[in-house]
């Protein structure tokens, strides 16, 4: 397909799932999302998918798991609250190495929260959120386009790692409509020898488990997963410098807010101020070593969030005292205006950065 | 001529199939298998019906019923 | 020459299992194990392993196996359905997973009709984890967090999952049994059978729920406790069948 249609960010995840061959969808209704749970709803009898909208987000985390299991490709979607729910069952499908995409659509928290946009969940994609000791992909796209690129590949690298991978949007980019065509997949189908398919003549029934009661077992598991993720940091540490070249500040914001800080920075590039902006694109893999990189040539880095300060941290752990970093962020599903983060950049460039 | 068959290694001592027997030939041994149970017996092959009661029974399949 | 005429199904692996002596499970295994072979099955089933003492079943069985999360088999199982519509697909659940954490799960899968067999093993306790009170537990029955007995002003009266589970549309067999004498075992094989016939032949959900004893946890030999489950546990759950289709043949 190669003609550009105006889609909603919501149902081009959608759409972009069924192109990479998603044909098993397990998710419950919530706002700023419930636009994808229905959009598959709609589009996988078309293509004899599976759809079943769950008891609650547990009960679709779960339903994941079996189907990753079985050897599908497979999604679910929710925002911050139903992601909370369904962190027991990331732990185990991180445990057992399953392959699947769940999509966030953040809003603001905590608690049941506000129904516009968050980023406040980026500590519970990349640091965890579930228990133990394990990484989930987070790939944040910030254009509907993305959105769709983003998907596609979501599956390739779910199924290339045998990994979870999450895409972590926003209740802007959710509902925002752009033009969008979808690329073919570059699939190359994965073998899952692994799956439990039924035994179908294979002599050896296969398990997915993540329980193991000797530890000095459990401790070569988490080894082996260790050992995948250092390989998934080496491969697969995405983003996107934006006049970065010259830059005496660099921005570093993801998602919408990248989007809004575009304006900010074009405005102060305008008026003198040589700002450019690194944009994290995998939120794990934090793109690290080019922000470390950056720091040898720039006098501060300035992070954008709408969070009290989450990615921010891992900026610091990044740029490892070289340079100050300041943030400034919103909190509840407050949107930041392009004026207030051209004020911080200004702030920021006359030594007046504050924190 | 049917009689059980107990893997007295996978016996556990539970003793259930002492009562299912309807020839009452089913009783714990004196010893004990290397895990510290009594395993089964049967006291008296020649009275065995192979009714397989007792391997029905059995929760560890360690009783099998040859003719 | 001598023939074997009864031993282990093809179906059940030959390894030695953790359970108890005396411990229902392995011969609900067993039972599920023959159904399976006699079906022709065991070639394309997957099974569900759920959390309590039945939890390392997967190493058990010789099909395919999935490890779930504490009351989540249902939805697991209804996964691997909706991929491998052609599989026979069951669930293996304790009393603590089925009726306490994983009452939604069971209810909507039954509800939604889903093609799966759940085998539900009702020993009135919470097994694995030292004996605690379970949804089940009779009142008065003590237990380490009922060690008063249980209070009927306070944890109200056990669960009849059956029962419950009856009043839905998409539960199309629905059957009580106990594996207490040879009599009661032949019946619950039956019913075991026939609840993965009604899969099969896609009609809908279906579930045996299984009474059994916990003698290490009720503190009784195993002898004793099929007396203590007859006395106790039968009179307030009956055996029987709660929901019957037929199915075409």
Known sequence: MSEKILMKGNEAIGEASVVAGCRHYFGYPITPQSELIEYMARRLPQVNGEFVQAESEIAAINMVYGAASAGARVMTSSSSPG???????????????????????????????????????????????????????????????????????????????????????????????????????????????????????????????????????????????????????????????????????????????????????????????????????????????????????????????????QMVEDVRLSVNGKRPVFFHGRTGGMLPTPKELYEKIVAVSNGEGGK | MPRPVINEERCKGCELCTIVCPKKIMVMADHFNSKGYRPSSCSDESQCIGCALCARTCPDVAIEIWK | ???????????????????????????????????????????????????????????????????????????????????????????????????????????????????????????????????????????????TTSPYGRKLESAGMPIKLSELLATLDGAKFLARVAVNNPANMAKAKAAIKKAFEIQISGLGFAMVEVLSTCPTNWGVTPIEANKWMESNMMPYYPLGTFRSEEVAK
Not at chain 1, 136 to 156: C, G, H, K, R, Y
Not at chain 1, 201 to 206: A, E, F, V
């Open chain 3, 1 to 143: 020459m001598a023939e074997k005429v009864f031993g282990r199904p093809d179906a059940l692996l030959d390894v030695p299992t953790h359970y108890c002596p005396g411990c229902h499970h392995g011969i609900i295994h067993r039972l599920v194990a023959e159904v399976l072979d006699e079906l022709k099955a065991t070639d394309r089933t997957v099974g569900v392993a759920s959390v309590g003492c039945s939890a390392l079943a997967y190493d058990y069985f010789n099909v395919d196996m999935v490890q779930a999360a504490h009351g989540r088999a249902p939805a697991v199982a209804t996964g691997i359905k909706r991929v491998l519509p052609d599989g026979v697909v069951f669930t293996y659940q304790g009393d603590g997973d089925i009726a306490a954490i994983g009452t939604a799960e069971i209810v909507h899968a039954a509800a939604r009709g889903e093609r799966i067999t759940t085998i539900f093993v009702n020993n009135a306790i919470y097994g694995m984890t030292g004996g605690q009170m379970a949804p089940t537990s009779l009142v008065n029955q003590v237990t």
């Open chain 1, 83 to 309: 992601i909370s729910l369904k962190q027991e069952g990331i732990s185990y499908i991180a445990g057992s190495q399953l392959p699947c995409v769940i999509v966030n659509i953040q809003r603001g928290g905590p608690g049941l929260g506000s129904i516009q946009p968050g980023q406040a969940d980026y500590f519970q994609a990349t640091k965890g959120g579930g228990h133990g000791d394990y990484r989930n992909i987070v790939l944040a796209p910030n254009s509907v386009q993305e959105m769709a690129d983003i998907t596609i590949d979501a599956f390739d690298l779910a199924d290339k790692w045998r990994n979870a991978v999450m895409i972590l949007g926003d209740g802007a980019l959710g509902q925002m409509m752009e033009p969008v065509e979808f690329k073919e997949s570059t699939r190359i189908p994965v073998e899952k020898p692994w799956a439990t398919t039924g035994r179908h003549g294979r002599i050896k029934p296969n398990i997915v488990n993540s329980l193991n009661l000797q530890p000095d077992l459990m401790e070569k598991h988490n080894h082996v997963l260790q050992d995948k993720y250092a390989r998934i940091e080496a491969a697969e540490a995405r983003w996107e410098n934006l006049q970065t070249v010259d830059a005496e500040i660099i921005v570093v914001a993801y998602g919408i807010t990248s989007r809004i800080a575009t304006t900010a920075i074009n405005k102060a590039r305008a008026n003198g101020i040589k700002v450019g902006m690194l944009r994290p694109i995998s939120l794990w893999p934090f793109p690290s070593k080019p922000l470390s990189d950056l720091a040898q040539q720039v006098k501060a880095f300035v992070v954008f969030e709408m969070s009290a300060g």
